[in-house]
């Protein structure tokens, strides 16, 4: 063979790669599928994260880039067939079983009420091309029944009308699938051992959580991006080190107890972390700015001069036990925070923070509500069965998959030290709010610690209520001041 056949082999045996639709385009043909990227991940042998990955821009390679294109390609003909293929004249639409929307980019009012794609009841609403309640509280989000519990359909009797569609009772549980199907999976491979049940799923919790998510944002209006460039304050300067943002964490103690002794009360928050997921975050890649402006609309990293804070005899420092003076880059939450301090509402308690720089992004509170309720729900089921193999569980799925959002070898899908930042600020906002809502019912508060630690003397029960719900508090220990730990 000559160098020219070699050649003319070589060219022959060359193959172009399989042609990929834009990345906002396989998003959107998995979504009008109804298919999650954890159901796309197993059938091509990849993780969800992966898939994320691939709908936000990167591509495979491969062998695995043909399958992906294979499954696009064929995901892209279902649709047009369901499309083109007229209705029969027995399953022609009816109000109860409307034609399926074809998805747009805009958000739209609905002529007719259409089954909201995430809990089925009427919506007037369309979102990226998905029947869908705007407002979170009007999305009953129900809980989907297992497959081989599901009814069979039954024909109405003669001459009666169908049931009118109805919303579920408001305290129908929002419980998803996914977390009671672990629980049992874990306890049947366990023979019911409760111990190694829970470590097996305390141990697959991040994933786990991946995957809830990825459930709870089928046909949500804000997308995720996972990976975007980040500036230099929110890298670690070395491999144990940290970034230059500020969190504010708490850790107070009033020096000077109450005049006439009485008994400390130390609190417990429940789920301080679960609640601090309704929190300001920035959706897109932060963008730096300069001056001292603020955007109710956008939420991020602010470099600020913090004013100075008069009250520190009873009631902590917003900004924590920073030593430090000068600026300091802090989060929204905390930002938010001072400048409610430094109104009326809350009688002027500081000066206004001047904010010299940002990065921020268009900033939504809804971005992980469906994910923070069905895990709110889990957790409350679960205590009121007494499951404490749930509990544990849910426990693990919330606060790994917040502390794992920054520079973690155990979470690959998410790289947003940014989120995590804020996250556990708005744990520390809602803390000292807690403090402050005690302080002006009149109690004494005795210490302030991290982001579920409430000390107070006085009768604490006028101002919060016992028990273990996540807007409840619980009794960690009773003590007086001259037995107190310091």
Known sequence: MTDFDAIDALLANTRTPAHLPPAEQRRALRQALNLTRTQVAQTLGVSPSTIGGWETGRDPSGE????YAYFLTAAQEKLRTQNETPAHPETAPTPEHPTPTPPTNEDTPLPTPHPCVLCGAPATDQVEGYPQHLNPEDCTHPTPPHPEQTPTPTAPP??????????????????PDPIARAVHEALTAHHGDTQAATAELQRRAIPDAMALLDTCRIGARY?????????????????????????ARPHWTRLDPPPTPHEVTALDINGAYLSALKTHLPLGALEYSTGNVHSRRRAGIHLITPPEWDHHPYLPNPLGNREEPGPVWVTEPTLRLLQRLATEQYGLLCDPPVIHESFTSGATEQLFEKFRQAL??????????????TLEYV????????????ESNFNRALYRPDWMHIIRSQAFVNL??????AHTAGLTVMRVMGTDELHIAGNWRQVFTEGRGVTQVKIKDVYTPETSRQ
Do not use: C
Not at 158 to 175: D, E, G, S, Y
Not at 235 to 240: F, G, L, P, T, Y
Not at 376 to 389: G, L, M, P, S
């Open 64 to 67: 695995t880039r043909e399958k």
């Open 158 to 175: 003669t001459h009666q009308q169908p049931p009118t569609p109805r919303r579920p009772p408001h305290n129908q549980t929002r419980t």
């Open 223 to 247: 997308d995720i991006v996972g990976h975007p460039p980040l500036p230099d304050i929110l890298r670690k300067k070395s491999a144990h080190g940290a970034d230059e943002v500020w969190e």
């Open 376 to 389: 709110r729900d889990a957790r409350e089921k679960a205590i009121t069965e007494e499951d404490e193999v």
């Open 395 to 406: 426990k693990s799925m919330y606060s790994k998959f917040v502390s794992t959002m920054g």
């Open 432 to 437: 000292w709010l807690k403090a402050h809502k």
